[in-house]
C-alpha cells in the first residue's frame, strides 16, 4: 500500500489497445501509450560533458517492458542509443572516473544460459562511446545493487546469499519454503526464508567477490566514499530486524575482514530503501547527506527532512527542517548546498539547501513533478521531470531557465491532450482540499459529462501535475476525470498526512466526496454518471466510500481489500499493521474500522470491478476476491480479474492493454448506457 516510486507508477500506466472513436482525429488513444517512453536514472560524467540514461519502452512481440542506455552530450548534440538488447534490459549506470566506461546492471545471456530461469542481473562493463559489453559478476543470485570505486578497479555489490549451496546441482523442482521469519513475504523477492543481501567487493579485472557483511539482516544502496577509504550502506540490525522500521547508515573499509561502523543513531529511520536513495558522500568524504523520517510509530506519514552527518563524529542535523518531504540529495561542488527534490501541494521541483543558513532556493518553478536528479563534480545539473502534457523528459538546469537534453516523446505535441486544472475546495468540516480536474477533449461549457473519479495509492502520496496516460485515454473517450488529493495526502504537511492513522475511509472519504461535490455544483461532471476507482490503497478507499455512499454507477478496485482482518499474516504488511492498529485479536475496534467495506458489504449498491495481480505480495488477491464474493453473494453486478504472474504494479503490455480496455468498457457499460444505471 506505500506510495509508489516514479519507475513502478509509469510501468503500471503503460496500457494499449484500440478505441471506438476520433480514429481520424488527433486525440490520444490506447494505441499511443505503447509509444511512450521512459526516461530514468539519470547520471553525468566526472566532466560533466555526458549523460548516460534508460529509457524504458513496450516490446510488444515479446509482451515485456525492456530498457536501453542512451547518451546525451550536456550541450544537448550527440544523443545515440548506447544499446540495443530486445531479449534483455539494462539499467543503473554509472559512470568510470576517466569517463572511457560505463557500467550497468542487465540481465543478458552468456554463453551456457539456455533459458530465462538461467539468466540472472548482473554488473557488466561498456566503452563509453558504445560498443561490446562485458560481464563483470559472476553471483549466483545475481546483483541487486552496485556503485563504483572512485579509482574504477573494485565495485561494491549487494547480492543475496546463494540459493544452492556453492557446487550443488539445481533441482529439478523448487526447493520447500521454510521460514520462521516475522516478514516472511516480500512483492519484489517473494518468499523470505534465512537468505539475506549482502554487502561484497567485487575486484573488476578477475571478478572475484569478497563479502564484506554476513548475518541474519540486509545490506542495501551503497555508496562509495569519494576518497575510496569507506563505503556507506543502509541495514536494519536488531535482535529481530523484521519488526521494526529503524534503518541505520553503517560505514566499511573496503577490505576484507574490515569492521562496519554504525554511522546513525536516530531511533526511526535514517534512510529507508523504498525512496532509492543512497547515502551522498560529501566531495571531502568528511559528511554524508541522506533522509531522516519520524519515528517507527508514523511508519511513513511523517514527511522525510534531510540530513547531514559528520562520518568522524557521528553528530547528524537537519540543515533545512520544513513539514515537507525531501529525496535525492546531492552535493554541490564546493560542499557549502546539497540539492534536493522538495515536495509541495502537487508539484515537486528542484531546490538548493544552502547548509550554513539552511535557505531554501527553488530551481525549478510551476506545474511540473521533479522525479531525479544528478550533479556533475564541475557544477552542471541535471533534472528529469515532466508536467500534464509531458512525460519526464532531462534538461539542464541553467541560471534562469531549464533546457531540454532530449525529448523521446515529440511525437505528443502533434496529440490534442487534454488540460489539467487545480481546483481549491473545503470538506465538510471545513478542511481546505485541492483536486485536479481533467475536461474531457472537446468540453463545451456548460455541458456535464460522466465523471471518473480517480483515487490515489499510498495512503501517504499524491496526485501532481505529472503526465498521466490513463487520464489522457478517459478524456479522448469523453470523461472528465477528478482526481482529489484527500486527507492522508503527502505534500502538505504532517498532520494533513496524519489525519487519517488508523482511521482509515472516514476523512478520507468525506474529502473525496466534497471533491465529487465541487465538480458537481461547477457545472462539469454529471452526477447520475459518475464512476469511481483506484490501485492499492485507492482501491482500499473505493471499497470504502462504496459502502459508505450509492451515488457511484460503477467502481473498479484493483489491488484492494475491504478486509483487514484476512490481509493480516498474508500480504507483507504485518509490521506496518502492529504499529498503526495493533493485533486483530487485541484491537478488534481497530481492525473493525479498518475492514468496514467487507463487514458492511449489504451497503454497497454500486456495480463493481475488482482486479489483482497473481503474485502480489503488497496487495494480495484475497482482498479483491472476499469483497467480489461479498458483492456476487447480493446480486450486485461484479467481476473478478486475477492477472497471471503479476506483482503489484502490472508490467506484461498485453495485461496492461486488457485493464484498461476492461476498465473503459465497464464504465462505458453503466456511465454511458442511459438504461444501464441501477
Known amino acids: 500500500m506505500k506510495r509508489s516510486t516514479r519507475l513502478p507508477l509509469i510501468l503500471m500506466m503503460l496500457l494499449s489497445g484500440p478505441v471506438a472513436a476520433h480514429a481520424d482525429d488527433n486525440r490520444f488513444t490506447t494505441a499511443d501509450i505503447n509509444r511512450i517512453a521512459h526516461v530514468d536514472e539519470p547520471a553525468q560524467s566526472r566532466d560533466g560533458n555526458f549523460i548516460v540514461y534508460t529509457v524504458s519502452t513496450a516490446n510488444l512481440e515479446r509482451d515485456e517492458p525492456q530498457s536501453d542506455l542512451w547518451r546525451v552530450r550536456f550541450d544537448g548534440t550527440g544523443r545515440v542509443q548506447l544499446t540495443h538488447t530486445p531479449d534483455s534490459s539494462e539499467s543503473r549506470p554509472q559512470w568510470s572516473a576517466d569517463g572511457k566506461f560505463i557500467a550497468f546492471l542487465a540481465d543478458r545471456k552468456v554463453d551456457g544460459e539456455v533459458s530465462d530461469d538461467d539468466t540472472k542481473t548482473q554488473v557488466w562493463l561498456m566503452p563509453a562511446d558504445g560498443g561490446e559489453a562485458r560481464r563483470i559478476t559472476d553471483m549466483p543470485s545475481g546483483v541487486e545493487d552496485f556503485v563504483l570505486s572512485p579509482d574504477g578497479r573494485q565495485l561494491a555489490a549487494i547480492a543475496f546469499d546463494p540459493e544452492y549451496p556453492p557446487g550443488t546441482k539445481k533441482p529439478k523442482h523448487p526447493l520447500p519454503v521454510v521460514t520462521d521469519r516475522f516478514q516472511f513475504k516480500d512483492d519484489d523477492t517473494g518468499w523470505l526464508g534465512n537468505r539475506h543481501k549482502h554487502l561484497y567487493i567485487v575486484d573488476i579485472a578477475s571478478g572475484k567477490a569478497t563479502p564484506l557483511t554476513s548475518g541474519a539482516h540486509d545490506e542495501q544502496l551503497p555508496a562509495w566514499s569519494p576518497d575510496g577509504k569507506l563505503i556507506a550502506y543502509v541495514t536494519k540490525r536488531g535482535a529481530d530486524p523484521d519488526r521494526h522500521l529503524n534503518y ?67 553528530k547528524a542535523t ?29 508539484v515537486t521541483h528542484l531546490s538548493r539547501i544552502d547548509l550554513p543558513s539552511g535557505k531554501i532556493t527553488e530551481l525549478t518553478h510551476g506545474e511540473r513533478f521533479d522525479a531525479d536528479l544528478d550533479v556533475s563534480p564541475n557544477g552542471r545539473i541535471v533534472v528529469l521531470g515532466g508536467d500534464d502534457t509531458h512525460p519526464a523528459r532531462l534538461s539542464a538546469v541553467e541560471q534562469d531557465h531549464l533546457r531540454p537534453l532530449e525529448d523521446h516523446n515529440a511525437w505528443l505535441d502533434g496529440k490534442h491532450l487534454a488540460t489539467t486544472e487545480t481546483l481549491h475546495l473545503q470538506s465538510a468540516d471545513g478542511t481546505a482540499l485541492d483536486a485536479l480536474l481533467v475536461k474531457p477533449v472537446g468540453y463545451v461549457a456548460g455541458r456535464r459529462y460522466p465523471t471518473i473519479v480517480r483515487v490515489h495509492g499510498g495512503p501517504v502520496y499524491q496526485f501532481s501535475h505529472e503526465f498521466m496516460p490513463d487520464w489522457q485515454v478517459y478524456a479522448a473517450q469523453g470523461y472528465a476525470v477528478l482526481a482529489v488529493n484527500p486527507r492522508g495526502s503527502s505534500g502538505r504537511g504532517f498532520d494533513f498526512a496524519k489525519a487519517i492513522y488508523a482511521d482509515w475511509g472516514n476523512k478520507d472519504t468525506q474529502d473525496v466526496l466534497a471533491g465529487v461535490d465541487r465538480a458537481v455544483a461547477l457545472g462539469i461532471a454529471d452526477p447520475n454518471r459518475l464512476g469511481l476507482g483506484g490501485w492499492s490503497y485507492g482501491a482500499i478507499l473505493t471499497d470504502e466510500i462504496i459502502a459508505r455512499d450509492t451515488r457511484f454507477k460503477a467502481a473498479i478496485a484493483g489491488a484492494g481489500s475491504g478486509n483487514m482482518y484476512g490481509m493480516y499474516g498474508d500480504d507483507e504488511y504485518a509490521r506496518e499493521y502492529e504499529i498503526e492498529l495493533g493485533t486483530p485479536w487485541a484491537n478488534r475496534e481497530a481492525y473493525d474500522r479498518a475492514s468496514y467495506p467487507f463487514l458492511h458489504a449489504n451497503q454497497i449498491k454500486t456495480p463493481t470491478m475488482f482486479q489483482c495481480g497473481e503474485r502480489d505480495f503488497n496487495v494480495p488477491c484475497i482482498g479483491a476476491e472476499q469483497m467480489y464474493q461479498a458483492l456476487r453473494s447480493q446480486g450486485i453486478p461484479t467481476v473478478l480479474v486475477m492477472y497471471p504472474g503479476q506483482h503489484h504494479g502490472l508490467t506484461v503490455p498485453s495485461y496492461l492493454r486488457d485493464r484498461m480496455e476492461r476498465n473503459l468498457a465497464w464504465y462505458d457499460r453503466f456511465l454511458k448506457s442511459g438504461d444501464a444505471h441501477p
Open 318 to 346: 537537519l540543515p533545512a527542517p520544513i513539514d515537507r518531504c525531501f529525496t535525492k540529495p546531492r552535493w554541490s561542488p564546493d560542499g557549502r548546498s546539497v540539492y534536493a527534490l522538495i515536495e509541495q501541494a502537487e
Open 248 to 314: 541505520d547508515i553503517y560505514v566499511i573499509a573496503p577490505q576484507a575482514g574490515a569492521k562496519e561502523r554504525q554511522l546513525t543513531t536516530f531511533a526511526g529511520s535514517d534512510l529507508d530503501p523504498y525512496w532509492e536513495t543512497r547515502p551522498a558522500w560529501s566531495p571531502d568524504s568528511t559528511r554524508i547527506a541522506y533522509l531522516q523520517s519520524g519515528e517507527d510509530k508514523w511508519i511513513y506519514y511523517a514527511p522525510w527532512q534531510l540530513a547531514i552527518i559528520d562520518v568522524a563524529t557521528g
